[in-house]
């Protein structure tokens, strides 16, 4: 299922409480930019260029993928999907980057993509910041930036392609632990890097929906970051473990750290006693469903996000489109969106997986 209209207009409005809420976050728009650099309250300008709705998409088009690091399964199944896409119309796709999702990473491959003239380079950005400069000197090159997953700054990159709305899925999190809980007990989060903007922007609304009275025996005991390493992500679950001895359930909203939460889990004393929810893929998570370790998570369909994201990019380098608030495209088999706030362009509500349809899916 995908947003239409009206949810587009609730996913701005969401996006801007989300800016409210997240004032540190520089994804938000917190860097200190004068109105000028902005077009009107879309992403960033790069040119004075007027949208051609009509224009047809060009052929040939150079798409590079820079997903937050390369040896993330969930990343892969984005990537993968928006690389065929870019087939559909006779563009070409790749995906580069690094093995590490620390905050500089990507850097060195942006220069690299710049240098190969791509025409629009797609990132998920482990820093609001850090890529910021480089994404610049793209824009200025005429190549067009579209953040997907996790977003830079607003003036970084033309178009952000949202997986679901911030605040649904942040809020979310929270509400199905509780319910597992019954409203009681400690909890941690097993998050991914300190600097990933997708997350940091989901738990400060995890900590919000947490302020209201229904939660009020519930404690977040600690926020623990696993950096979307496999093996640093199992051992800060032993260690939130052991230090919390009282902890009944954490939330790792990232596709890594709850499977290496739910391994660890699943081989411990704890399997059964500690609820583990969040966000993972169902072929990662299906064994923990299965043995009892997992009784829930959620996700969107990563597929449709980076089929999502080469259309918009080959939109953007075709001219239908410049990023601007109201502006609409059509995703090939996924119909037509429309640029919302900021440049943000939202997929659709995430799924909930559990025993009973964990089997319908295959990613
Ligand atoms: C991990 C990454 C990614 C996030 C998913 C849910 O794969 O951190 O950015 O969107 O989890």
């Known amino acids: 299922m995908f947003l239409r209209t009206s949810s587009r207009r609730r996913a701005a409005a969401t996006l801007a409480t989300a800016c409210a809420l997240a004032v540190t976050l520089a994804g938000c728009g917190g860097t200190t930019k004068k109105d000028s650099d902005h077009n009107s309250g879309g992403g960033a300008k790069a040119t004075d260029a007027k949208a051609d709705p009509g224009a047809p998409l060009k052929k040939g088009l150079k798409l590079a993928f820079l997903p937050k690091q390369i040896n993330n399964p969930y990343e892969k199944i984005v990537d993968d999907a928006g690389i065929a896409a870019a087939k559909e119309f006779s563009g070409e ?93 400690e909890i941690a989060i097993l998050s991914a890097t300190q600097n990933a903007t997708n997350q940091n922007t989901w738990i400060e609304f995890m900590k919000d929906e947490l302020k209201k009275p229904k939660y009020k025996n519930m404690k977040l005991v600690k926020t623990a970051y696993g950096d979307d390493d496999d093996q640093k992500s199992f051992q800060e679950t032993q260690g939130l473990l052991k230090a919390y001895p009282d902890l009944k359930g954490i939330i790792s909203p990232t596709t890594v750290g709850i499977a290496a939460a739910a391994r660890y889990i699943s081989g411990s004393s704890y399997k059964g006693k500690v609820v583990i929810n969040g966000l993972g893929t169902p072929n990662q998570m299906r064994k923990y469903v299965k043995d009892g370790t997992v009784e829930q998570f959620s996700l969107w369909d990563p597929k449709k996000l980076g089929y999502l994201g080469s259309y918009a990019a080959a939109a953007l380098a075709s001219g239908q489109i410049t990023g601007a608030e109201g502006e609409k495209f059509k995703a090939g088999k996924l119909g037509e969106y429309t640029i919302g706030k900021d440049g943000e362009v939202i997929l659709g509500p995430p799924t909930v997986f559990d025993k009973n349809n964990i089997d319908d899916f295959d990613f």
Do not use: W
């Open 93 to 185: 796709g790749k995906e580069v980057g690094p093995s590490d999702a620390s905050a500089s990473s990507q850097v060195s491959y942006i220069n690299t993509l710049i240098q190969q003239r791509q025409d629009a380079i797609l990132i998920a950005a482990n820093d609001p910041n850090a890529v910021c400069g480089p994404l610049k000197q793209a824009m200025k090159k005429d190549i067009k930036v579209v953040a997907y997953d996790s977003d830079t700054a607003k003036d970084c990159r033309q178009l952000f392609i949202n997986q679901a709305s911030s605040e649904e899925i942040g809020r979310s999190q929270v509400q199905h632990i509780a319910e597992q809980l019954d409203y009681k007990g």
